[in-house]
């Protein structure tokens, strides 16, 4: 009797032999339905790429506005009866406030939401450009005070468009949206001296301050008709009627209802973006965006020059449209790149677990769990895109130089945009991954730090050309570019720690 399991009182025969692990991890398969993760926010994947795109509509303005303008500087040391180094320091003043405008208003659509500084933002910048249509040319002084207004408008918008993908797309998701956003952004430089050549060509160079102000008030019309607010400390996760003013006068995107159990926090302190600065992780991270900015601008700003150089057969037009070829590889990079960011994050994740089992890791409010490695996630293809951007760099120089078939140059120019958008759309990714909750302040900082290593390589571009030539210059600035791959993994390395403290000390504050 004493070997019948059934004479074990209270006790199943059929789990006689069973281990108790077996049995824990069938409890937990039978709890797992109670624990499903709650979806980062209420928008659809549709949704969420129909706002993506009213961003980066929003966010081309800030490079476009400063390089469409490039191709009149000619005509308005005429017209203005100014030298040309008077006329360039309206590009100058046009730099300082595109950097230094996100860090206000940045940081004000942290506080005050998206929604109403984007609408803000495109209101000054084409209400500047019908001043800069209009300007008449004995008011050199007012051309410079546009300007500035109109680097304060349209520069902004980029920061809040980070901000608002940080609102509604979850770690996971963010890698393929950036990609779509970061192609406005990027994609500027590209399409603008082509655009503004040939309206200055054509119209004269009044028509290009009506061609923003007309394409900014249309942006301006869908922000508001279209836009919700994103804010998660306004709207949570979407769920959350906010007062009319956030609210878009057609709402296509989002159900929203009085969701009881979303506490209104208290507002938020103007804090100042600077701070961010002090963390170490996050000052290498925006380290590495500047620099490969920065020789991005440094292909691009010489690039008429060399062409005009090395292939006279070319016009203006002409080498305005071999800009495109440079717009192309960061078109398919946008596209192809930010899939990959979010496989690698995936792929990652279920490693991750595998190893640590669901659950076992603590997760904070930025969706990602502690000891998740985000930074190698983000990071992982950079070092060898860095070192194919660093090559084609090289390439590219040599190839102008020495006045090879204009194909091949061109062929390189792709390659480096299609880089430079996976580099630039994993390193901002990550930065709004580490600081969710100030995503269009980091953004700005970043913003601000990779204009000022831009001016500063575009304002020695053409000395460096002359006392090296073509050849070694780019070959120089691909060195560079290989300098910083350490610094990329040196991120990998420290950040989790510094990221993990960082949560912690914020946690204990609140």
């Known amino acids: 009797m004493l070997n019948d399991p059934r004479s074990i009182e209270g006790t199943d025969p059929t789990t006689i032999g069973t281990p108790r692990s077996a049995l824990e991890g069938l409890a937990g398969s039978l709890r797992a339905p109670e624990e499903k993760e709650k979806p980062y926010s209420v928008y659809s994947t549709k949704e969420k790429w129909f706002i993506v795109a009213l961003i980066a509509f929003a966010g081309l303005f800030s490079p476009l506005t400063a390089n469409i303008y490039l191709p009149a500087i000619p005509v308005l040391t005429v017209d203005f009866n100014k030298s040309t180094e008077l006329i360039n320091i309206t590009v100058t003043v046009y730099m300082i406030f595109q950097g230094l405008s996100p860090m206000l208003f940045g940081t004000m659509a942290d506080q005050v939401g998206r929604r109403p500084m984007f609408a803000a933002c495109l209101l000054i910048l084409s209400l500047s450009c019908i001043g800069l249509a209009l300007v008449p040319t004995s008011a050199y002084w007012l051309l410079v005070v546009l300007r500035c207004l109109q680097a304060a408008g349209s520069a902004s918008t980029i920061a809040l468009g980070a901000g608002s993908i940080g609102d509604i797309a979850a770690p996971a998701e963010r890698g393929g949206f950036y990609g779509l956003y970061n192609l406005g952004p990027m994609f500027g430089p590209c399409i603008g001296p082509v655009i503004g050549g040939a309206l200055s060509n054509s119209l004269g160079w009044r028509s290009i301050f009506w061609f923003l102000c007309i394409s900014s008030a249309t942006c301006f019309v869908f922000i508001v008709l279209f836009l919700p607010e994103t804010l998660r400390s306004l709207v949570g996760d979407g769920n959350v009627v906010p007062s009319k003013l956030y609210r878009p006068l057609i709402p296509v995107v989002g159900k929203t209802t009085s969701d009881p159990s979303f506490a209104r926090p208290l507002p938020k302190p103007f804090r100042n973006p600077l701070r961010i600065l002090n963390n170490l992780d996050i000052v290498m991270v925006l380290g590495v965006n500047a620099v490969m900015n920065s020789l991005y601008y440094g292909v691009t700003a010489s ?9 006279p057969s070319l016009n203006q037009t002409q080498i305005g449209l071999c800009y495109l070829a440079m717009g192309g590889g960061m078109l398919f990079g ?15 994740r279920r490693s991750v677990i595998a190893v640590q089992g669901p659950g076992n890791t603590e997760k904070s409010e930025t969706g990602i769990d502690d000891n998740f490695p985000i930074e190698k996630a983000r990071l992982r293809l950079v070092p060898f895109s860095m070192l194919i951007f660093a090559a084609c760099c090289a390439g590219y120089g040599w190839c102008v130089q020495e006045r090879v078939n204009l194909s091949g140059s061109l062929l390189l120019q792709a390659t480096i945009g299609f880089t430079t958008m996976g580099i630039m759309t994993s390193t901002q990714t990550l930065l709004v991954d580490l600081m969710p909750s100030q995503s269009s302040s980091i953004t700005a900082c970043n913003n601000f730090i990779r204009c000022i290593a831009g001016a500063a390589l575009v304002s020695v571009m053409d000395l460096i050309l002359r006392a090296l030539g073509a050849g070694w210059t780019y070959i120089l600035l691909g060195g560079i570019c290989v300098l910083t791959i350490p610094v990329v993994y040196l991120i990998i390395y420290i950040g989790p720690p510094r990221r993990i403290k960082r949560r912690r000390a914020l946690a204990d504050l609140l």
């Open 303 to 311: 690039m008429s020059t060399l062409f005009s150089e090395a292939y």
């Open 334 to 348: 946008s596209y192809v790149l930010g899939r990959v960011l979010d496989h690698d994050y995936g792929k990652l």
